[in-house]
């Protein structure tokens, strides 16, 4: 068993920035990967960033390249996601997702097997 929680959601104005954190805790393996996902309203889930097991392969969507940033903390057992310069549609809610026994990070929401409940992530103008 696997749980995820995610916190650092809020409402800001487009420009801002805000740093999501996941808090890993189970079992997920000694090797795992960690991704976050989004998904806005009416939209499917949609894959924004990826870090490997040991912090040192990231991927992220094009949508977001050079305003977000994931890093892993494995001594406290949580990831994040800086993001900065913000824009409305980044608004959705933002889900850590965990991929077990990957040697690679996965760049799709069906590559993860294990998800927290999300935390909304909203942009105004």
């Known amino acids: 068993q696997v749980d995820l929680v995610e916190s650092g959601g809020g409402v800001v104005q487009a420009g801002d920035s805000l740093r999501l954190t996941c808090a890993v805790s189970?079992?997920?393996?000694?090797?795992?990967?960690v991704g976050w996902i989004r998904q806005a309203p009416g939209a499917e889930r949609e894959f924004v960033s990826g870090?490997?097991?040991?912090?040192?392969?990231?991927k992220y969507a094009d949508s977001v390249k050079g305003r977000f940033t994931a890093s892993r903390d494995d001594a406290k057992s949580t990831v994040s996601l800086q993001m900065n310069n913000l824009k409305l549609e980044d608004s959705a809610i933002y889900y850590c997702?965990?991929?077990?026994?990957?040697?690679?990070?996965?760049?799709?929401?069906?590559?993860?097997?294990?998800w927290g409940q999300g935390t909304q992530v909203t942009v105004s103008s």
């Open positions: 870090i490997d097991w040991r912090g040192a392969s990231t």
């Open positions: 189970g079992r997920p393996s000694s090797v795992y990967a």
């Open positions: 997702a965990v991929k077990r026994g990957a040697l690679f990070v996965p760049d799709t929401a069906a590559g993860y097997d294990y």
